[in-house]
C-alpha cells in the first residue's frame, strides 16, 4: 500500500526483486527485525496498558451503580487507551517492524529505515569499504531468544557517521555474519 511518495509497503519487496535480478537470488539477503522486537516494542506495551485500563474500569464497574454514567466512562476509557497507544511509541515501532530493512549484496550493504509516514532514509555501504562485522550481546532477554546486534564497521564513505551501520534485534546472528561474509566475498572475487 503505496500512502506517500515515502511510505510504500510494497518498498522491500521491490528492492529485494530489484537486488535479485542484478546479483542472482543466492547473493542477496534480506535483514528484518525479529519477533522479539515486535514483542518487546509494541506487542508488550499495548497489553500493559490494555491491563492497566481494564483494571481501572472494573474498579469504577464495581463502585458505581449508574449504568449511563458506567456506558460514557467505558467510551472515555476506550479513547484513552487508543489515545495512549497512539502518542507512545507504539506506532512507530510498528512502522519500524514492519518497513525497516537490510539488504546484504556482493557490493551493497543497504538499510532502508522508515522513520516515520513522512520520512524513509536509506544509506549503503560499499562491501569493500567494510572492514569488521561483530556481533554485539548486549542483554540477557538477546540471549535467550538468540537476538543480538550486528554492527559493521567500514571506512568513511561521506560524512563522519557512514562509518558505522547497526542493525537490531537480528535473530541468528551467528548464521547471518556467515552468510553475509560468503556474499561480500563474492565482490572480491569479481
Keep these: 500500500m503505496k500512502i506517500f511518495s515515502n511510505f510504500d509497503s510494497e518498498w522491500k519487496n521491490e528492492a529485494y526483486n530489484e537486488m535479485v535480478e542484478k546479483y542472482g537470488e543466492n547473493n542477496v539477503l534480506v535483514l528484518n527485525k525479529s519477533f522479539l522486537f515486535l514483542f518487546v516494542k509494541v506487542l508488550f506495551p499495548i497489553l500493559w496498558w490494555f491491563i492497566a485500563i481494564f483494571s481501572l474500569r472494573i474498579i469504577v464497574y464495581i463502585n458505581l451503580d449508574d449504568n449511563t454514567i458506567k456506558v460514557l466512562f467505558t467510551l472515555f476509557m476506550l479513547l484513552l487507551y487508543c489515545f495512549l497507544?497512539?502518542?507512545?511509541?507504539?506506532?512507530?515501532?510498528?512502522?519500524?517492524?514492519k518497513m525497516d530493512?537490510?539488504?546484504?549484496?556482493?557490493?551493497?550493504?543497504?538499510?532502508?529505515?522508515q522513520s516515520w509516514f513522512f520520512k524513509r532514509d536509506i544509506k549503503s555501504s560499499y562491501v569493500r569499504n567494510?572492514?569488521?562485522?561483530?556481533?554485539?550481546?548486549?542483554?540477557?532477554?538477546?540471549?535467550?531468544?538468540?537476538n543480538w546486534n550486528l554492527l559493521f564497521l567500514s571506512e568513511w564513505d561521506r560524512e563522519k557517521w557512514d562509518w558505522e551501520i547497526i542493525l537490531h534485534y537480528i535473530k541468528n546472528p551467528e548464521e547471518k555474519k556467515k552468510e553475509i561474509t560468503r556474499i561480500m566475498k563474492i565482490f572480491n572475487q569479481i
Design 101 to 113: 530493512f537490510s539488504i546484504v549484496t556482493p557490493e551493497y550493504l543497504t538499510r532502508y529505515n
Design 130 to 146: 567494510i572492514k569488521t562485522i561483530t556481533i554485539v550481546k548486549n542483554s540477557m532477554l538477546y540471549n535467550i531468544f538468540n
Design 85 to 97: 497507544l497512539t502518542i507512545s511509541s507504539v506506532v512507530k515501532y510498528y512502522v519500524d517492524y
